[in-house]
């Protein structure tokens, strides 16, 4: 075994995205797969809004009858109870529904800043990825301070943010094939801003990726699935909102650090 590259696995690392992006791509074969993925995802995102409109009407239908049959005084308790577990299963069907919509309307061109609750988008996000942290036995666990500060910002960046976060914290766990734990905490620094951290118990990032982590199109998942802008969009969506991005990562997991400012530290 090469002893240095060990070495290299076993020190943890420490990386604070840059202010200004550098996308390097010197050759375009190795990122055809990655665009091809994009555009796929892009299609996709496409018929989203037409897809989630015909799954809502549907989702109304159910929720009306299971209302109804309630009403009616001849059935039994059983079925009551069925018609409730039913009407639960819809309400939540609609309420993913709804964060499904918010993202399908995607990350507008230009900045829409407005209040930002984080704990609701960090919710929301949670929410969307909740099936795979099922299928892959991951325990979320989450610690909302109520020292949070609300900010100023654009919840479409802070959406995607937050699901590309998770999305890669999920993955790398899924690797390791033997479940594990994603923390997501919010808080404050002593400046007054807003810091939210999302960490995992996985492998760790790839030690062949860590100088260009924020370049498009870098990987490292081998199987194809992903197009390699994840971590790239989310160092561009937090620069714009004025924050920064900082990543430490051992063999042991991973740690992302988002600190965006509030209106308390900007005046």
């Keep these: 075994m090469n002893m240095t590259r060990q070495k290299k696995q076993e020190e943890p690392f420490q990386h604070s995205a840059p202010n200004t992006p550098n996308p390097t791509c010197q050759d ?13 995802g892009e299609t ?12 809502n ?21 059983t079925l009551k109870e069925d018609l409730k577990a039913i009407e639960r299963a819809g309400l939540r069907a609609r309420e993913l529904l709804g ?12 900045l829409q800043l407005a209040p930002v609750d984080l704990k609701e988008i960090c919710e929301q996000a949670c929410s969307l990825m909740a099936a795979a942290f099922r299928r892959n036995y991951i325990q979320l666990v989450t610690d909302y301070s ?5 900010i100023i910002s654009d919840a479409s960046r802070l959406r995607f943010v937050f699901l590309a976060l998770l999305q890669n914290a999920c993955d790398a766990i899924a ?29 760790g990032l790839n030690p062949d990726v860590h100088s260009k982590l924020f370049e498009p199109f870098v990987t490292d998942k081998l199987d194809g699935k992903r197009a390699g802008l994840g971590l790239f969009l989310v160092n561009r969506f937090v ?17 992302v650090t988002l ?8 005046v």
Excluded: Y
């Excluded at 990655?34 to 555009?39: F, I, K, M, T």
């Design 28 to 40: 375009w074969s190795q990122v055809l797969p990655q665009l091809l993925r994009a555009g796929q």
């Design 44 to 55: 996709i995102l496409n018929l989203l809004p037409s897809a989630i409109h015909e799954l």
């Design 57 to 77: 009407n549907a989702i109304n239908t159910v929720l009306g009858f299971a209302d109804l049959l309630q009403s009616e005084p001849s059935i039994s308790k």
């Design 99 to 110: 964060a499904l919509r918010s993202l399908a309307s995607g990350v507008p061109a230009q």
């Design 146 to 150: 109520k020292e949070t500060p609300i």
């Design 175 to 203: 690797l390791k094939g033997e479940g594990g734990k994603i923390s997501v905490k919010t808080g404050r620094d002593q400046f007054g801003n807003a810091v939210i951290s999302i960490e995992d118990d996985g492998g």
């Design 239 to 255: 620069t714009e909102l004025q924050g920064r991005v900082e990543i430490t990562s051992s063999e042991t997991g991973t740690k």
């Design 259 to 266: 600190t965006l400012p509030s209106l308390e530290a900007l």
